[in-house]
């Protein structure tokens, strides 16, 4: 049986971070909450440093290493939010960061994992290349492999942002994160069942990339082969500790097509003035969806993931 | 000798608006402070109800008005952000709400005023027509104007958002907000010479609508004739009462253009996440000028006015 963190590991990360971590503002939107018939707590984690709450994770293993562990800096294959945290996290300690990336990420990407000190080693866009890659560079350099969401810690981190919205706002009937490979997701379930054992967990995920909720269905871990989907951050598959977490916490996911993200996006910014990645949005498209099971005048809240997007997007 | 508010007038305006108005996040960003050099600190009125600081003054206006006075409504002639705040501050107190707009604006505008069940009446695009429809109107239905910013009352409801500013940050060296009319830039200095006396009070204006900066240096009012910025909230002249003000009060106004405002608002969407509409970009775009006379390494507080503008904008 995989291994899975505690919510006393939340609260060690919580000590480890916070002095590195924003504590991120909860906002609220009176049209929202007509619009959606509940009330609606927005954790802006677009507002976390690097721009996404993959920093809480990055940090909380970073910090955590030991002095031999972090002698040869870290290292991760990604093109998106972990990339610049586990970069951003890796500065923070004086370590080297080696970030494996696909030639054909983004040249914004690349800009905004080199303006955080790291090295960027090229690799084919293939998930093999970049494991190989990963595993030459690691083999080369020594650094320590930092998986984006397929380990306890990363988790722990995670979940310090459902930790301090609870803390902010109190009271919550319901949690709402977005799914991608499932470390939020984790964090936020077993943060809530601690602090708020009483909330409803509720996942939202793209119908382009709805592994997880085909997962729960089967009851076996279905791995995404072919996402499509607007939502850059969710296009990968639940590992089995994250498959294992959510199974047990979640009381349900509702899949959201990439028209009623964009919706939802589109009114975050217009009624909210919240700048958030599609990723994000997937969470207010949630609440806006027949098949949410949250009842109505529930106060939820809801982890807005990240804010990485340029403007013609 | 125009009459001017006092600070003890700004803490009675707090009192009274203080359960309809949002207290507002303050946000830092390290890459926007490295890059000005400072410390800055953001106070988010784009957050506020209807996503401008001008619903602190409406609502201090209308929540202060007498049963009498009341009676009939409030009318302003307005296509801006004063027309929605006051709209909103109306529906708050339950009163009628007359707005004039001249039939050249945009259906976004009309559509938000009407969205806050404020009734619109049409006019010739010229000051002149706003003023005689403003008037027939209020003789009609002896509603009550409010006057967007030449207005002691709205003066010190402005002057909440730098209260809570200064609150929520202590210790600033120095306060800069965007001048249009003048009514924020007034109601920031009564507020930040009571609660901060020593800080550096600065205003940031468009170099196309640069009336302030023309006045102050001349000595006397100089009216704006013919605006030319994109910073659409801040085209208006200042009034003898705001000009009076702000004459005994700022140290300096530093001028930007509108690739300099352009920027700005990028960097703030791009490095912190927070997007506003191009008037409140001047205050950052007043950081990286420079002209600014604000030290290095000085605690800045800066009031990002508003976030009411559109992505393709």
């Known amino acids: 049986m995989v291994s899975r963190p505690t919510f006393e590991d939340v609260c060690a990360a919580h000590d480890r971070i916070e002095a590195v971590v924003h504590r991120t503002p909860v906002m609220t939107c009176a049209t929202l909450d007509a619009m959606s018939g509940r009330q609606l707590f927005f954790k802006c984690e677009q507002f976390?440093?690097?721009?996404?709450?993959?920093?809480?994770?990055?940090?909380?293993?970073?910090?955590?290493?030991s002095a031999d562990e972090a002698a040869g800096g870290v290292c991760t294959h990604s093109s998106g939010n972990h990339a610049q945290a586990l970069a951003c996290a890796a500065r923070e300690r004086g370590i080297p960061a080696w970030?494996?990336?696909?030639?054909?990420?983004?040249?914004?990407?690349?800009?905004?994992?080199?303006?955080?000190?790291?090295?960027?080693?090229d690799c084919e866009p293939t998930l093999e290349a970049r494991e190989q890659t990963a595993a030459s560079v690691i083999e080369r350099t020594g650094a320590y492999f930092v998986h984006p969401y397929?380990?306890?810690?990363?988790?722990?981190?995670?979940?310090?942002?459902?930790?301090?919205?609870?803390?902010q706002v109190c009271q919550l009937d319901a949690?709402?994160?977005?799914?991608?490979?499932?470390?939020?997701?984790?964090?936020?379930?077993?943060?809530?069942?601690?602090?708020?054992?009483?909330?409803?967990?509720?996942?939202?995920?793209p119908s382009g990339a709805d592994d997880a909720a085909q997962s729960l269905a089967a009851g076996t871990l279905i791995?995404?082969?072919?996402?499509?989907?607007?939502?850059?951050?969710?296009?990968?598959?639940?590992?089995?500790?994250?498959?294992?977490?959510?199974?047990?916490?979640?009381?349900?996911?509702?899949?959201?097509?990439?028209?009623?993200?964009?919706?939802?996006?589109?009114?975050?910014l217009e009624r909210a003035k919240l700048w958030v990645e599609p990723s994000s949005a997937t969470?207010?498209?949630a609440m806006l969806n027949d098949q949410c099971p949250i009842p109505r005048d529930a106060r939820v809240g809801l982890i807005l993931s990240g804010g990485n997007t340029r403007p013609d997007v």
């Open 48 to 65: 976390q440093r690097v721009g996404a709450f993959k920093f809480r994770g990055a940090s909380n293993v970073v910090l955590g290493l």
């Open 99 to 121: 970030i494996v990336m696909p030639t054909s990420a983004p040249s914004v990407k690349r800009a905004a994992v080199e303006r955080y000190g790291a090295a960027i080693i």
């Open 150 to 167: 397929d380990d306890d810690r990363i988790i722990a981190g995670q979940g310090t942002a459902a930790k301090e919205l609870i803390e």
């Open 175 to 205: 949690l709402v994160s977005p799914i991608g490979g499932g470390g939020l997701m984790s964090g936020t379930c077993i943060t809530t069942r601690a602090m708020c054992p009483q909330a409803m967990l509720v996942g939202a995920e």
């Open 223 to 268: 791995p995404q082969t072919a996402p499509d989907t607007i939502c850059d951050g969710l296009l990968t598959s639940l590992s089995e500790r994250t498959f294992a977490i959510l199974r047990d916490h979640l009381e349900a996911i509702v899949t959201v097509s990439d028209d009623e993200v964009r919706a939802a996006r589109s009114l975050l």
């Open 283 to 285: 969470v207010l498209a």
